[in-house]
């Protein structure tokens, strides 16, 4: 089971830029056996959705409202995955989670709060 803590959050101008990451720790997140990993978030009266996707390689998914805003990327031999936002937007604004991707129901963290306002 992995567990997870994601932090980098907060208050933010539109236009501007946060860096989110997410420490994963667990027997099964090893370099023997890496995950495919994914940043998600959950706005007020929204489902959770994936906006970014990373496999065990490297190779990347973003969701169409993201794409060329947001960068994933992860350190294996740390055990981090991180997620640099650009150009950040009020309709951003959110709850962040990572998680295994398909996600693990018993591997969600709180999550860190981003908020785009001026």
């Known amino acids: 089971q992995v567990q997870v803590v994601e932090s980098g959050g907060g208050l933010v101008q539109p236009g501007g830029s946060l860096r989110l990451s997410c420490a994963a720790s667990g027997s099964i997140f090893s370099i023997a056996t890496i995950y495919p990993m994914g940043w998600y978030r959950q706005a007020p009266g929204k489902q959770r959705e994936l906006v970014a996707a990373i496999t065990g390689g490297g190779r990347t998914n973003y969701a169409d409202s993201v794409k060329g805003r947001f960068t994933i990327s992860r350190d294996n031999a740390k055990n981090m995955v991180y997620l640099q936002m650009n150009s950040l937007k009020p309709e951003d604004t959110a709850v962040y989670y990572c998680?295994?991707?398909?996600?693990?129901?018993?591997?969600w963290g709180q999550g860190t709060q981003v908020t785009v306002s001026s």
């Open positions: 998680n295994t991707n398909p996600p693990n129901d018993s591997s």
